[in-house]
């Protein structure tokens, strides 16, 4: 019931709201599929053929507005990505896939909690599209579909992508009982990422976790504080904005490097990431995110980069 009534708040404060500043001058501007409306946003400085595009499928099987998650978009426009939100309409979406598929560079789905589910539906169908990444992946395709049989299949087959990046808020799946009785956001519909990999052999996956953060701290602080302060969604219990920005910026510095196939030398640097699982994951500390963040591989402040 609290969830419901988070994402209904949202759905109409959001119309009101719209508070950030762009780092770098950014075109926003909608495309339209019978009424359902795709919101881009991309740096004005480059030229679609030069940019990858980011279609990006936000959470609540993707209901969540684009405003909500203002402050990551951002991040990622100054890595010089465009970024498209994408309605739960999948066949809207579908058509907007085809009709930017020779626009930019690459095309790549990115994700945030059941927006997983729809982007599965839609990429499947795209033999162009070879990457995606997904943050804290949720399925609760059978839910929606009244299928209890299916709520907890395992089997998932993936058609046309060769690589994954699975960014994980370790915060997501941990509960307590001390001092406070809590129950972890995530974890009954938590996408397995192994039984992902059984199915799919042909699919390689990286996965980071963020040992500090919440599910709902990628959100723009005014609505991951409403989450964290009503015990829905823990994250961060440092909620300073510049902990917020050094995580949403470290999102889109993970997401870059993985795109551009940039190798991470954090462990090399300054022992920064813990290698757990046989080296299939690293788990990222919220000190060691600020470390990482001063070691950024471009400065996002630097227009001449754009030249």
């Known amino acids: 019931m609290k969830l419901l009534l988070f994402i209904t708040t949202i759905v109409n404060f959001t119309t009101l709201v719209n508070s950030y500043v762009l780092n770098i001058p950014v075109n926003i501007y909608k495309r339209n599929y ?11 400085i480059l030229n679609k053929e ?3 595009a980011l279609v990006f499928y936000t959470g609540a099987n993707s209901l969540i507005p684009a405003d909500v998650y203002s402050n990551f ?4 426009n100054n890595y010089n990505f465009s970024v498209s939100v994408v309605t739960n309409n999948n066949d809207a979406t579908i058509d907007f896939l085809y009709d930017i598929r020779d626009e930019y560079k690459e095309l790549i ?4 909690s059941s927006g997983y589910v729809s982007a599965i539906k839609t990429i499947n169908k795209q033999k162009n599209i070879k990457k995606a990444v997904f943050l804290d992946p949720v399925d609760n395709s059978g839910l929606l579909e009244f299928n209890l049989f299916n709520v907890f299949n395992e089997k998932q087959t993936i058609n046309h992508l060769k690589s994954i990046l699975v960014l994980n808020a370790e915060k997501s799946y941990k509960g307590s009982i001390f001092p406070k009785f809590e129950i972890p956001f995530i974890p009954a519909f938590a996408v397995n990422t192994k039984n992902i990999e059984k199915t799919n052999p042909h699919v390689e996956i990286e996965k980071i976790n963020a ?9 723009d602080s005014l609505w991951s504080d409403l989450m964290h302060g009503l015990s829905i969604s823990k994250g ?8 917020m920005d050094e995580y949403v ?15 991470n030398n954090v462990n090399n640097v300054d022992n920064n990431v813990n290698n757990v699982d046989n080296n299939d994951e690293n788990t990222v500390s919220s000190n060691e995110i600020t470390k990482i963040n001063n070691l950024k591989i471009i400065n996002l402040n630097d227009e001449d980069r754009y030249n």
């Open 73 to 76: 978009i951002k991040a990622l």
């Open 109 to 112: 789905p990115l994700t945030h």
């Open 211 to 219: 040992e500090e953060y919440g599910h709902s701290d990628v959100l």
């Open 236 to 243: 961060n219990e440092v909620r300073e904005q510049s902990v």
């Open 34 to 44: 019978d009424s359902h409306i795709v919101k881009v946003y991309e740096p004005e």
């Open 249 to 263: 910026n470290w999102l889109a510095q993970q997401i870059y490097e993985f795109v551009n196939n940039v190798d």
């Open 50 to 52: 030069d940019m990858t």
